[in-house]
């Protein structure tokens, strides 16, 4: 269970991580 969280846990910081440097990469272009 813990394991599971944790991998859940890794895909949001993830995908917030890539839609930050989407919107960089967006507003730098």
């Known amino acids: 269970m813990e394991e ?3 991998g ?3 895909v ?3 995908f917030i991580l890539l839609i ?3 919107a960089s ?3 730098g272009y």
């Open 4 to 6: 599971h969280r944790h």
């Open 8 to 10: 859940m846990a890794f």
């Open 12 to 14: 949001v910081v993830l």
């Open 20 to 22: 930050i440097v989407g």
């Open 25 to 27: 990469f967006m507003s």
